[in-house]
RNA sequence: GGGCUCUUAGCUCAGUUGGUUAGAGCGCUACCUUGACAUGGUAGAGGUCAUAGGUUCGAGUCCUAUAGAGCCCACCA
């Protein structure tokens, strides 16, 4: 065999193994009957995205479940693919065309949509080629877009099905418009901002009077589209007024004084403007009071032809400014206080967001919610961590409409089109004509004149399809009944309403006429459901705790991290970092965990591999199971405990979704149980006098051990392990260690009192380590141990596994005490079931020594003082379970009597 | 305004249903290039578990309040 690096190199491998995987398909997977599923799709990322520290997280986890499940057996789909997403897209390209001094509309709708194509196809990959470097094992032959063919119709489809039920709806009403991006969005993509700016108080002169009322406002240019003010029914301070009219400042329009329950009379001074075009609120007053609607703005929200002439064409911004100085010169403003309010922005641009009449789509939610709601509620969906059900729930309660059309290009069309003569001829041609294909004629006139519907739909109105759509649906197909229900869904808390919920609601509205695999019509919540449990990761921070941003500049780029310390590395790291629910404060030093890790493990495999040449073995030996021989000894059956425990912990912990309680516990069995102890005590007899036969045997079986570890650590460190295990398996060479069977538990090797003895061994070489640490004697420096084991048991237990003392403690003879005579001139040492002496003629420093003993003399009292005090407690014994007050006794005895030995021992060098 | 989370070693964090002497990684100190690994080994220093009460035989863990940090939701202009 060729020589291993001294140093796991990760770019020697990663390209390698992964090209590997896929020419044999191993992340392929296809419907089998005679396995269970386990799906997962990918939140898919934007096509415009580039890698983040959060996909690393978010993909990791996901790939760690997939690479798990996959191994034990089950027909394993990560289904990938990446989202249009309209807005980001679209911006993309326009800034590019901006360059050429070009907007969209000078190429034309068609022509635009092809340059993003374009750009898609170009740069729209990027992303999936880095989340490769990471090692992910999704099924690429399925690699789907949300505006490939069959996606697009499944948004046709869903978008008729709810149109047909009365569940989608076209009307004006006030949204969210955002004037950079020329859009409406919806509730969600607005991000609420505390904003510290000024509450106007503005006169309006009350009709035929020289009376003035103070209205507050903290949008003194919306005045301009003022139709009323109102009052709170029952504010005796203004009631007077009802009925009068007041004059409009700046417009000179008579408007009404109305009442309404809506007006807070403790705000301000109890009277408010209305502008229905331009507030939320004022929208649904002025419905109540029939008022009009006059709209001030344009699309880029710069006043419009509806205001007095000086003020047309001024943005929104600079005709606050301007107003406010009019009203001022007029002594139209009473005073101005500091206000703080949130203000929503753009989620896309960041643009303060315009509230906007304008005519819309939407989703009514409240029919689609309940069932969602439920199958939360009742377990069918499990959040991990669960308290992101509260969450879920209060927002599912209170769910507004959806606004799902976008004034963009690059999206779904919406699949409506109207009659051009609707409005000349038939009433009825008025009805927009939803279709799921393109109509030919009006089916009320019959013209043959139709437009389809300019806009296009929310992104999120194909990405909320994704767990079936991806799968073929609306077809019946194979796939869509063997893998849906998916298992798990692994995604930030952040898009909780953006997305899951939605998801849920989608699936548990459309998949009812689907059938099972069993050939059953979906019925049950647990049939419907897109997915069974939901994982919410960490969101990322740098060490200052602010979360990753492109503007901050903090955000590493994982690339750089992975050429720097590798994918397993990474992967690893973040993994380890991540607990369940927490967010995490990450920086790429950090990394170095996982890279000394993977180095760990690549040094165990090249000890073993390099020992393996030495004895001769042929590499197909290693695998036959040996672990039934007769001759296994502490050391052995010690790891086969720790190893079939760890096992144990790792079905609970990845059962659990507790990953980076996975990750701890394969890191402290390698590198802690597996090299520290046991590669060092296998050592011992490797080097021995042992006969070859039994060198062979002895580390056959600790490579069958090695075989296991890299089974194990495989999910999480796909590439150290895939390379290692085919230095292990040279017979195999078109297998892999990824679809190699994942251990399984065998309770039998789980063996207390085998792991009490090593405790016990390794607590006494620790002792005496330590000894010889604090009276520094040098490592040069020979060694021996006295036993003083009067009761036997322990000592004979020193006796048969000296060779372990002979080489972890660094000791070069063991003996008995003879003679009864305890020699002055050495270290003792007090462990359990009797004392070690090690004879330091000329070395010892006697003072040195009295210190350690005192040292641990004050220690021990502190502590048999506590527990003394603990069982003097008469409530204490009398009502604490007995094992817990028998083990307090056990302690204080063992305490008492080590003390005894150590003052004996304090004597004794004192004498 | 409502809801959620966090506060444990210098730093970043574990600590499952309350029960041995509270752990890890990094950093720090000392020693070691001992035949896998200095991306390493051995030993060590370092903690009144935010604060105050309470429940309990027993609290880092459960309850209440307080302080600080952060997040989400909310149409008081």
Redesign the pocket.
Known sequence: MTE?P????PADTEEKWYSFWEELRLFHAEPNPAKTPYAIVIPPPNITGILTMGHVLNNTIQDVFVRWNRMKGRETLWMPGTDHAGIATQNVVEKSLSRQHKTRHDLGREDFLKRVWEWKKEYGGTIIKQLRKLGTSCDWERERFTMDEGLSRAVQEIFVRLFEKGLIYRGKYIVNWCPKDHTAIS??E???I?HEGQ?YYVRYRVTNSQQYIS?????PE?ILGDVAV?I?PDDERHRHLLGKTVILPLVEREIPIIADQ????????????I?PAH???DF?VGQRHNLPQINIFDVSAKLNDAVPQKYRGLDRFEARKIILKDLQDQNGIEKIEK?V??IGHCYRCDTMIEPYLSDQWFVKMKPLAGPALRVVQNGTVRFH?D??V??YE??MS?I?DWCISRQLWWGHRIPVWYCVKSLTNNPRCKDPIVARVVPTQCPHCGSMHLSQDEDVLDTWFSSWLWPFSTLGWPKDNPDLRYFYPTDALVTA??I??FWVARMIMAGMEVMGDIPTSKGLVRASDSELVPFRDVYFTS?I?D?K?R?MSKSLGNSPDPLDVISEYGAD?LRFTIVY?A????????SN??C??G??????V???????L??RSQLGIESHVNMSSNLDEQHLDLADRWILSRLNSTIVSLE?TLGAF?I??AA?TL??FI??DF???Y??MV?GRL?GDDADQVKRSVLSRALTIFDRILRLLHPFMPFVTEELWHYLETRKPRESVMVAAYPTPDPRWIDETVEKEMAFVQST??SV??A???L?V???REIELILHFPTGANGDIVKKYQNYFLRLA?VTKISNLTGGQKPKHAASLVIQGGELFIPLEGIIDLDAERERIE?ELS??AN?CE??ER?LA?Q??T????KE??D??RE?LQ??RETIEKLRHNLERISS
């Open positions: 291993l001294k140093a796991y190199i509730d969600d607005v991000n609420s505390d509450l209205v507050a406002t903290t949008r919306t109102a709170h809506f007006v807070d009379p403790a705000f301000g001074t109890g009277i408010v403007k502008t507030d939320p609120n649904w206000h309010s949130a961590p308290r992101w509260k969450t209060h927002w209170n507004r808390p952040d909780i309403f969101i921070r060490l705790g979360k590395a970092l607990p369940l629910g927490q967010d995490v404060l990450y030093d950090k170095e965990m890279r000394n890790f993977a180095n760990k690549w040094n165990a495999g090249r000890f073993l390099m020992n609970e507790d980076n309680l701890k890191y402290d590198w802690h090299c520290d102890w590669v060092e050592k080097y070489i620790n380590r330590n010889r640490g604090e520094m040098p490592p040069s660094r040292k220690r021990l502590l506590t527990t603990k407690n409530s204490f009398a009502k604490a379970p817990i007050v083990k307090e302690k063992s305490f």
